[in-house]
Structure formats: C-alpha cells, structure tokens
C-alpha cells in the first residue's frame, strides 16, 4: 500500500530530503551556511533538468513556424522601462518592529510570523538585482539580471521577422535563466532567487488570439499528462480580471498539488494572452515598427519554471510501498524524465566471473545507448547486495535493472526487472539494445 498523500506537505519533506541524499539537489553554498534562495543541481538533478527541457524542446519545435532563441541575460536598461518592470515589478513589502526580519505583506498575517511583533507599514519592493556594466558604478550603467526571459524575445521579435519572414501565427521559443529578490524564498526549489524559465511567446493575428489562447492551454496541460503527471494532482485555474497583470487580456494557471495551499494547489505554469502590450511598448520607446502584416500582434505566452517543474516531477513520482517488513521507496519517474534509465550490476559483487561478465553488458549497452543520446543513462552499480541495489536504483527513478547471474555464465541470458511492478524476465544479452530501444522509444 502506497503512502504518498498528494498534496501533503510531509511529500515536500521527503522529496527534499532524497534529493539531497541521493545527489539530485544541494543547498547552495552549504559549507559556508548557504544562501537562501538559491540551490546547486547534483549529477542525478541535472539529468532531470536536461530530460525536462529536452522533452519541452521537442514539444516547442514540432512544427518549424516555432524559432529557438537564447538571448542574454544582461539587457539594455531601457528594455524594462519600455517593459513596464521598473515601475510594477515589486512586492508589498513589510518589516518587524521586534526582530527587524522583512516579508511579503500577501503572505503573513497583521503580526509577525517570526516572534509576533508589530509589523511596518507597507512598502513596495522591486524585485530585480541591480547591477553596473563597466568600472564605473553610476546611474548612467545601471543594469539589471533579467527577471523574465520574456523580454529579450521580445526585443528579438524584429530580427526573427528581417531574417525568417514567418507569417502569422509564429512563436519564438526559450529556456533560460532568470533572477528574483525575492523576499522571502522558501519551500524548496518553489520560490528562489535564481531559477530557469521555458518560454513561448506566441504571435498572432488579435482576431485569432482567444482561439490561440485555448488551444495552447490544452498543449501545455496534455504535455504534462503525457510524461505521467497524474490528473487529480494538476488542473486549470483562470484568473478573474481584478487578479490580471497590467498587460494580460486573460490568464490561466496550470496548478500542481504542492500541499503549499489552503486546498493544496498552487502555480506550476502560467499561460497569459499578453495582448499587444509589450510590442506596442516596445515600437514606442525603441522607435522601431514591430508589426507584422500591418498589424501589432497578440502574443499567447506560456511560461513555466524548469525548477518548480522539476519539484512536480520529482512530488508526482514519489511513493513509498511495503514489502515484506520493508519499506520501498521510489520515483516513479516517466522513462524520458528518469536521470538513469537502466542499471546493470553483477548478482554478486565478490565473484569476478561475474563482474567481469556484467561490466562487458554494461559497456555494450553504453555504448549503444550513446547512439540514442543517453550514454549517461546507463548505471553500473555493484555496491551492497543484491536487494539493496534494486531499492537504491528504484529510489532515484531508474525503470529498469539488469543482473548478469550465474546462468548468464551458461546461456547469455541476463534477468531484467521493471521498476514498479517488480516483474523479472528473461532476456538474451544481444536482445536488449533492441528491448530497451523500443522501451525508450529512440
């Protein structure tokens, strides 16, 4: 019987804690105290990152009227002034009398949450890291660390148009980093100062952009149904038009089950019809003509987090089982999202008939496997016995596991076993390049 709750926030708490054990997810800067907000990606974590985007990518660039892009962090100062994000990018900020500790007024009650004291009135704080580009430290160099990667799409717009000459709809697509001071990070990757954003910024014709708008929210909620988020742990949530942003015509989230909430969900992904805001801004301070067939177009925006898709895949897939006395823990993790896709190891370690013959399966499946791009997600394991090596690949997410046994010896035949049923079978050796092939779909 399986004790994963969704929404439960004792499911952050575990998921936080494997990551940490298992090598998928560290404090930043830990043996100096860290940093809040901030986070560094083990071996096994940037695995996943990669699945993730590689898996978005693919998604993004089906069709050939969707342009990647990877624009630079660092913009010209008068991008955000055009953007709107000098004047509303803040949160209402408040301080502690007592403790002096600071917070965002939306997210505590009238008294501090920290020791109860009186709190300050409120002020709004904007949220993006300020720097200067050159020696001098002026006003005259003032930079900033982007706080969206939507902007530098958008200021992009016209050399797409000059280079491709797309027609309407087009969309230019990015994944990047983006930076937040944000008041108070917290609960894991969910809230933090730097994280990574995936982009489409969606041209098209304002009489076509409610249809657009549909369709899309559609594409991105089958995108996570289709790598295994389960339906009763995500849905839709439209905004009603007191909660629009200054530029949105309408928005919808895509909310997961974090267990942060009230009633569980909170914001996985936000799809936004952004109207004709920004490039309209934009043509008029750059003075440029952002127009496409004569017309300024809507852009339909999907935007989510990688760090905060990477915490549903991870809260999703975790489940805990008993089996006989034992405790089994695992992420069920989609094959195309697991950061090891087969382990291979010998049935024992200290018999080097064995090992020899197990390690030799392990390099040939390696290397064919780097023929499909996933050489990295092929794990040799020889550590402990044999049922502590199946309940470790099954905690980080590996599907399947290969052992080379003593009847390998005689028939070069090797036992596989799948992840969340436990079923073994029977395979010739020179069978599973095409066995997991076909599993993996490559």
């Known amino acids: 019987m399986s004790s994963y709750q969704a929404g439960n926030l004792s499911t952050l708490e575990k998921v936080v804690s494997l990551a940490k054990r298992r090598g998928f997810v560290f404090p930043g800067s830990e043996i100096y105290g860290g940093?809040?907000?901030?986070?560094?990606?083990?071996?096994?974590?940037?695995?996943?990152?990669?699945?993730?985007?590689?898996e978005w990518w693919k998604h993004m660039l089906r069709e050939d009227h969707i342009y990647p892009l990877d624009a630079a962090i660092l913009m010209n100062s008068?991008?955000?002034?055009?953007?709107?994000?000098?004047?509303?990018?803040?949160?209402?900020?408040?301080?502690?009398?007592?403790?002096?500790?600071?917070?965002?007024?939306?997210?505590?009650?009238?008294?501090?949450?920290?020791?109860?004291?009186?709190?300050?009135?409120?002020?709004?704080?904007?949220?993006?890291f300020k720097?200067?580009?050159?020696?001098?430290?002026?006003?005259?160099?003032?930079?900033?660390?982007?706080?969206?990667?939507?902007?530098?799409?958008f200021v992009n717009f016209k050399n797409i148009v000059d280079v491709f000459h797309p027609t309407f709809p087009f969309g230019i697509a990015q994944i990047g980093r983006a930076f937040r001071n944000e008041i108070t990070p917290r609960n894991f990757l969910f809230r933090s100062r730097e994280f990574e954003q995936m982009e489409l910024e969606y041209f098209v014709h304002p009489d076509k952009a409610d249809e657009y708008f549909k369709d899309i929210r559609k594409m991105r909620m089958d995108w996570f149904w289709g790598l295994g988020v389960r339906k009763e742990?995500?849905?839709?949530?439209?905004?009603?038009?007191?909660?629009?942003?200054h530029y949105s015509k309408a928005t919808t989230d895509i909310e997961y089950?974090?267990?942060?909430?009230?009633?569980?969900?909170?914001?996985?992904?936000?799809?936004?019809?952004?109207?004709?805001?920004?490039?309209?801004?934009?043509?008029?301070?750059?003075?440029?003509d952002l127009k496409l067939e004569g017309v300024t177009p809507y852009v339909i925006e999907p935007s989510l987090g990688l760090d905060r898709a990477f915490l549903a895949f991870l809260m999703d897939a975790y489940q805990e089982e008993e089996a006989k006395g034992e405790k089994r823990v695992m992420l069920k993790l989609h094959s195309k999202l697991a950061p090891k896709k087969v382990a291979v190891f010998p049935l024992l370690a200290n018999k080097p008939r064995l090992v020899e013959k197990a390690r030799a399966i392990f390099e040939t499946l390696k290397l064919e496997a780097?023929?499909?791009?996933?050489?990295?997600?092929?794990?040799?394991?020889?550590?402990?016995?044999?049922?502590?090596?199946?309940?470790?690949?099954?905690e980080i997410g590996t599907p399947w596991c290969v052992t080379a046994d003593f009847q390998t010896l005689e028939d070069d035949t090797v036992t596989v076993r799948e992840r969340d049923t436990t079923k073994q079978e029977r395979l010739a050796v020179q069978e599973l390049a095409n066995y997991f092939s076909s599993k993996l779909n490559v």
């Open 233 to 245: 742990n995500i849905r839709f949530r439209d905004y009603s038009k007191d909660e629009l942003a």
């Open 257 to 288: 089950r974090f267990g942060l909430s009230e009633d569980g969900f909170s914001e996985l992904e936000g799809i936004a019809n952004r109207g004709d805001y920004d490039l309209t801004n934009h043509s008029k301070f750059s003075g440029e």
């Open 35 to 54: 940093l809040a907000g901030t986070w560094d990606y083990g071996p096994l974590g940037v695995l996943v990152k990669e699945n993730i985007k590689r």
């Open 131 to 153: 720097t200067h580009a050159g020696p001098a430290e002026d006003s005259s160099v003032e930079v900033y660390l982007r706080p969206e990667t939507a902007q530098g799409i």
């Open 78 to 128: 008068k991008v955000w002034k055009a953007s709107g994000h000098l004047e509303h990018f803040s949160d209402p900020l408040a301080e502690c009398k007592k403790c002096q500790k600071r917070f965002r007024v939306d997210e505590v009650k009238k008294a501090c949450p920290e020791c109860s004291g009186e709190l300050t009135d409120v002020r709004q704080f904007n949220m993006m």
């Open 370 to 394: 780097g023929s499909w791009g996933l050489g990295a997600a092929i794990a040799w394991d020889d550590r402990g016995n044999i049922g502590k090596r199946y309940f470790a690949q099954d």
